[in-house]
């Protein structure tokens, strides 16, 4: 926000449509997202056939929101690094690595969320 610009209605609704338009990149543009989606497509299904508790709900949203937020995260990261530079360089290198890997470990997590949140209902 720049110095002198107050709260508005339409500032926030014209936020909320970059969002909007920053997730449809992701959605449109990576492949993984299309891979999340499915997978978090298939936990919904097992958590209405399975009829989990709202306990239980609350820990499987919690894991697809984690990590749908760290794919679009990195995905942002990558944005910027190919603006930075396009030819190789080791450290933007580095940097997409480290953010593919958060992704990597919110989706370890959501995957071990997962299996506890229907281990009983299965077994």
């Known amino acids: 926000m720049k110095q002198g610009e107050y709260f508005s209605i339409p500032g926030r609704i014209r936020a909320f449509g970059y969002a909007i338009v920053g997730l449809a990149h992701v959605f449109k543009t990576q492949h993984a997202m299309w891979f999340h ?15 989990v508790s709202s306990t239980d709900w609350r820990w499987l949203v919690l894991a697809i929101t984690l990590v749908w937020g760290a794919e679009t995260m990195n995905t942002a990261v990558e944005i910027v690094c190919d603006a930075v530079s396009l030819n190789h360089h080791p450290l933007i290198g580095k940097s997409k690595d480290v953010a593919a890997g958060a992704v990597l470990v919110a989706a370890i997590g959501a995957a071990i969320i997962g299996a506890l949140v229907f281990w009983p209902y299965i077994f």
């Open 37 to 51: 989606s499915f997978t978090a497509a298939c936990v919904i299904s097992a958590g209405l056939y399975f009829n």
